[in-house]
């Protein structure tokens, strides 16, 4: 057993903390900015009788004014998965609608970071290993720009010269339209077509700090004395450079890595709209659009959940990487 | 001359620097950097006068580029090179305010979290760590969709009050090596307060730090900014990049072809960031370099 018990403590007790914090921020954000839901709900589905308000407010437990009883139905509710009543597809539940666009934004950001993150790495130890040279120079000049790149222009560039003009990949979407009779490989592949733009995208704007940081990291190491030791033993350049170097490099990149999660989860919601790819990030901004708030607040719930889980598996999985973690 | 310049603390490239005139303060990169955001700060400041027509004038829609119009025409006929050149003051005003506003923000926690220690600094950290976790840009979206309406002034705010996790962290890093330093002890013999000493004595020293920072929370804001308006959380009647790609966006300017309605307002968004990331790196560059010796 690697994992001390106070280590494990501590780091789901992080998790739950922050996940607190960020439901708590979803329950105090609407209330803050004033306006009454119940009565934006009674409107916007066109029955704005005084019954229905009541009946309605009654429904989404704000009868009670005390914001403490509401705090304690809501977190009550969040426990039990219940995310509220979507106002745009009343009466169906967030959570239902939510979960059914989870997978697609899961699939999006777990093979986009798996990409970046190989595609970055390997770059940065090539990099640093030939400091200076041409490989190097390109590397770190590109990622330097497509730091400054906006992910959404570059995802609509990308549709406009490989959908639009060259018309090597749909324009939008997960699936092909109409997916009864496929067979299982069709829709597999359909499925892959569809996703090579979104992710594509992805990778381009996140590759760029893995890149930067493994550099940096193998550039610290292999100024190290050990190094030296290595080099005089006459070992390989390939097993220096992976066997020796790149391994100690990579635990600091590793918590980098989990750190951008946040941003790429943030990349993708962005990067859906542009696609209409039907993930978290497009049911976001239908909501926006029509005024949807407890879709908003559940797809931001849904999406501090997801991060916080990868992040507590990193954690979970840093301790193997380097057993000096769970001495402390 | 104040403590923190006093002789050994000060490296022979630092002091080369100051006798050596502007050339020393920043690299090839660097200056590049500061060029390309002088030129959007003119275009911004003087749109007004070089602009051939009004952002919002009409002509003839979906008129690709020409004599007339440079940038040719979107779909309601407004001239896309007079949107771009206004656009940028947008990016300009909102990108640095709330990279100030965010700087303000990292530095004095930073410096305090660094410096200070005990419960209250550890709990400070342990608060940034959480908000680090959760998804800034989702955050954003929640607050501004909330907000009955969101103008420059709460872009500026919401974004200025949520950018500032990383840099804190840095400066904290930073000034806690500082602390340590010889210099620090010496001020605080002489009698000087704790607020004294952070103000007057460290936060000079990790001066390229703050500004590296700083720049890098700059560039960020522009793009955040630029996204969320992209989203509609923003005032639409503002001709901002962002809000142009967002209408580029919702009236298919990709399936009309209309390049010249998509690519420009994105290249300069790019351009203009990229303008802050060299700057930034130059600075951080020459940093480390100095502090290896």
Not at chain 1, 93 to 116: D, F, G, H, N, Q
Not at chain 1, 190 to 213: E, F
Not at chain 2, 189 to 200: C, H, N
Request: charged share 10%; with cysteine.
């Amino acid at each position: 057993m690697r994992y001390s018990a106070r280590y494990l403590a501590k780091r789901l007790g992080f998790a739950l903390l922050t996940l607190y914090l960020a439901a708590t921020a979803d329950f105090l954000l609407p209330r803050l900015m004033g306006g009454n839901p119940a009565q934006a709900l009674a409107s916007s589905t066109g029955l704005a009788s005084p019954a229905t308000v009541a009946a309605i407010t009654k429904e989404f437990g704000l009868s009670n004014p005390n914001w403490g009883y509401q705090y304690g139905l809501y977190l009550w509710q969040l426990v039990h998965g219940n995310l509220g009543i979507s106002y745009e597809y009343y009466p169906s539940p967030v959570s239902t609608i939510l979960l059914r666009a989870l997978p697609y934004t899961v699939a999006l950001v777990l093979s986009a970071t798996v990409i970046s993150f190989a595609v970055g790495w390997s770059l940065g130890i090539i990099g640093a290993w030939r400091r200076g040279a041409w490989v190097d120079q390109l590397g770190v000049g590109v990622a330097f720009w497509l730091y400054a790149v906006p992910y959404f222009w570059l995802a609509m560039m990308l549709v406009f010269l490989f959908a639009f003009l060259l018309g090597w990949f749909p324009m939008g979407h997960a699936l092909p339209s109409s997916i009864t009779g496929l067979t299982p490989w069709q829709w597999v592949a359909g499925a892959v077509r569809h996703g090579i733009l979104p992710v594509t995208s992805l990778v381009l704007t996140s590759t760029a700090g893995h890149l930067l940081l493994m550099r940096n990291n193998m550039l610290t190491v292999l100024a190290d004395d050990y190094m030296q030791l290595a080099r005089a033993k006459g070992l390989k350049p390939f097993s220096l450079m992976f066997r020796y170097a790149a391994r100690s490099a990579m635990l600091p990149s590793f918590t980098g890595l989990m750190l951008s999660l946040g941003n790429v989860v943030g990349g993708a919601v962005v990067t859906e709209i542009v696609f209409s790819y039907p993930g978290i990030g497009l049911a976001t901004y239908n909501a926006i659009l029509s005024h949807d708030y407890p879709m908003i607040q559940g797809a931001f719930l849904m999406l501090a959940v997801a991060v916080v889980a990868a992040n507590l598996l990193a954690d979970l999985i840093y301790p193997l990487l380097d057993p000096r973690v769970t001495l402390h | 001359m104040r403590l923190g310049e006093a002789g050994p603390e000060m490296s022979p490239e630092a002091r080369l620097a100051r006798g050596g005139g502007w050339r020393g303060w920043l690299g090839r990169k660097g200056w590049a950097g500061v060029v390309i955001i002088a030129c959007f700060a003119l275009m911004a400041f003087f749109a007004h006068e070089f602009v051939p027509y009004s952002p919002t004038a009409t002509f003839p829609a979906w008129q690709p580029p020409s004599a007339v119009h440079w940038l040719g025409t979107d779909d309601y006929g407004q001239d896309i090179f007079s949107q771009v050149v206004y656009g940028s003051r947008a990016s300009l005003v909102v990108g640095g305010l709330a990279g100030l506003l965010s700087g303000v923000i990292g530095t004095a926690v930073g410096l305090v979290a660094g410096y200070l220690r005990g419960l209250w600094s550890e709990v400070l950290m342990r608060f940034v760590d959480l908000m680090l976790v959760i998804p800034a840009l989702a955050l954003m979206i929640i607050i501004g969709a909330f907000l009955p309406s969101v103008g420059q002034g709460a872009q500026i705010l919401i974004i200025g009050a949520l950018s500032w996790l990383w840099m804190a962290r840095s400066i904290r890093s930073q000034v806690m090596s500082e602390r340590e330093r010889g210099y620090v002890a010496a001020a605080r013999v002489v009698g000087l307060s704790d607020g004294e000493i952070m103000v007057r004595e460290i936060l000079p020293n990790v001066m390229p730090i703050v500004i590296a920072n700083l720049v890098m929370v700059i560039t960020a804001a522009i793009l955040v900014q630029a996204s969320l308006n992209f989203l509609g959380i923003g005032n639409p009647s503002t001709v901002s990049w962002g809000s142009m790609l967002s209408l580029a966006f919702t009236d298919d300017a990709i399936l009309q072809g209309a390049w010249w309605w998509v690519v420009p307002p994105g290249l300069c968004i790019a351009l203009f960031a990229y303008g802050f990331v060299l700057l930034g790196n130059d600075v951080l560059d020459r940093y480390a370099r100095k502090r290896e010796g």
